[in-house]
């Protein structure tokens, strides 16, 4: 014997019906904190500070970065 049960619901409703703990107000706190952090650090973002940077480390940081470059460009198959 093969059964089908067809649920249609809201996922608020289906959160509800499973006893699961809302966690939408942590949520919108953890946004809220993360784009703070990245407001705060933006102008890490800006190429010529990361490039000073970088260069600051000398031919080990140049090597890994184009390397890094390089697999961030290559083709996945």
Not at 1 to 24: H, N, Q, W, Y
Not at 48 to 65: L, R
Request: glycine share 6%; aromatic share 8%.
């Amino acid at each position: 014997m093969k059964m089908t049960i067809e649920v249609d619901c809201t996922p608020e409703e289906a959160r509800r019906f499973m006893g699961l703990p809302d966690v939408s107000g942590l949520n919108d706190h953890l946004v809220s904190e993360m784009t703070k952090r990245i407001d705060a650090n933006i102008n890490m973002l800006n190429p010529e500070d990361f490039m000073k940077n970088w260069m600051s480390f000398g031919t080990g940081a140049q090597e890994q970065f184009r390397k890094f470059m390089e697999v961030a460009t290559t083709p996945r198959k």
